[in-house]
């Protein structure tokens, strides 16, 4: 797609490029030139980009890209040279970047070439990559749309390369040939599509493989009952069940900080602390923990202060680099199982607005006067007040009238009112009335706001709000999903692993808006522990279509509100397969794979 496609009408290249020259000799612009060329032209002015340049100089300031430590590069290398001698070598030229628009792999560019070295717009200006990148979608730039004189008869289109299951863009796709502005789309652009198509297949078939022998690992080392072994790669994390009880949530993410940081410190493969790439001494990884190497190959990994286990750990191979590691754990000296760590009050949650509001509610709890409690359904009010005051008696105003019970608290005795917003009228007047003559009387209650309340209950309301505590939703607290699907998921039966999950569906929860809250989170793990078939770890791909997706991150018109749900229906029923989905739609699956981006903004 050409910056220019926003409009109606396509500019003919000579108005283009003549408006162009008037624009490097700062003179006023005729009408009828695009907003997004001329800004991208001023954006190339801003960034010091010389039109004339023919080629990089030496000194310019790029990143360079090792192809060793490419990902994208290794899976993409396969299809490009297969595609080469399609491409020729003429006037057309194929280019491969990654996500910062440094060029990994390119054939038919001459050396001198720009398009041979770095693509980004603080370099070369205005390009296809840089709006493939920007748009997250196919992209076409023509002739004098470009900032550079030597790309003045050059036409381009790009496709973005997008993680398969986290959608994260990995770079751009980008072909080139001789000025075609006239033709629509771009006669590269299948080709262009198809190629980045076949490099994210191949990076899925990658990722595959590697967490394959990263669960044979996992396996091997968990063999052993009671075993507590965890597996770890980045991006996906297979923990036992002895594991589980021996780390807190904390440990374990101080575990995975360590073993990424070794990883991405091994320049292909762990090593030491404390042997650079040269040999010479290095940085150490974190100054949390203390590493040190043995002849098996396998490190022995102390963790931060207060949590009481350390780790041996083992790096996991995997067509010569180094995928994972398995990481087997052993208590400190006499020191027990760590608990899952759930603070004052025993519910999942350490953020700051959980643990300000538990604080808050405990404080309050500690003198036995009235406590209202605030939030949305599901945020978890009523479990609350079950951990703050114990032999609690508990009715639900949804459920019926209070009738007589009221009594126990002047006898002192706890009451719990749950959905006090539910309450009928005569029933808010003797709480009303209670409160005057008990002003100390030992009731929680839970309130989920909603319409605006009558005379009545906003009375009641006005006299408990100075003892009131606002739960926050799950969406406002997302860093605490991990611990509450530990905390909600069911003991698995004997002989079965516990329920872990990929870091991409960890994603995909933590961005999920959970208008359910804790509840539709509990809900959601028990349907998957009940009736999942799978082995291993849940998969993005095993999650509800609404999770899996994510929320659309612009407002769809309701052609587009019924285009999402018909694919999300589609990719349900094939279970999740992008391939099969879009042949039932009767669409292709690169058409499947645009409208999906486009939702996403």
Known sequence: MTTAEHLSVHP???????????????????????????????????????????????????????????????????????????????????????????????????????????LSEQVVGHNSAVLALRIRRRAEVHGPEHFLDVWQDVSAVSVPVLAPETGQALGTVTVTSGLCAECAPHPWAPLAEAAAGAVEAELLARTQAAERVLLDAYLRAARDQGQAVVALDGRNRLVSEAAGRLLSPEGLEALERSVVALLRDADGGVRPAGEGASGAASKPVSAAIAVAGSASGSFHVRLPDGVRCSATVSPVPHRGAVIGVVAVLEPLGRATAAPVGRGVVALAGRSVPWRHAVGRATELARSPEPLLLVGERGTGKSALAHELAADLLVVDAAEGELGSVTAVLTEGHALLIRHVERLAQPDTATLNALLETHPGAPLLVTYTPG???????????????????????????????????????????????????????????????????????????????????????????????????????????????????????????????????????????????????????
């Open 12 to 118: 003919a290249p000579a108005s283009l490029r003549r408006a162009r020259e008037l624009f490097l000799k700062g003179r006023p612009l005729p009408d009828g030139v695009p907003e997004e060329v001329v800004a991208a032209w001023k954006r190339a002015r801003f960034f010091g980009v010389r039109h004339d340049v023919h080629a990089l100089a030496p000194e310019a300031p790029r990143n360079s890209v090792r192809p060793a430590e490419s990902d994208l590069l290794a899976a993409a290398r396969p299809v490009l040279e297969r595609l080469a001698p399609a491409v020729g070598t003429g006037e057309t030229a194929l280019v491969l970047t990654d996500e910062r628009l440094r060029v990994l792999w390119a054939t038919g560019c001459a050396s001198d070439d720009p398009c041979r070295q770095d």
């Open 451 to 601: 319409p605006p309340p009558g005379p009545c209950l906003q009375r009641l309301l006005d006299t408990l709000a100075a003892r009131s505590v606002a739960l926050p939703a799950l969406r406002e607290r997302p860093e605490d999903i991990r611990e509450l699907l530990t905390a909600l998921a069911p003991k698995p039966t004997p002989g079965q692993p516990p329920l872990t999950w990929t870091l991409d569906a960890l994603r995909a929860l933590e961005q999920h808006p959970w208008p359910g809250n804790i509840t539709e989170l509990l809900h959601l793990v028990r349907a998957l522990a009940e009736h999942r078939r799978a082995s291993g770890p849940v998969r993005r791909a095993e999650l509800p279509d609404p999770v899996r997706e994510g929320p659309a991150t612009r407002r769809l018109s309701p052609m587009e509100h019924a285009e999402r749900a018909a694919i999300l229906e589609a990719l349900r029923r094939n279970g999740g397969n992008k391939a099969r989905a879009a042949a039932s739609l009767g669409i292709a699956r690169a058409t499947l794979y645009r409208k999906l981006r486009g939702y996403r903004g």
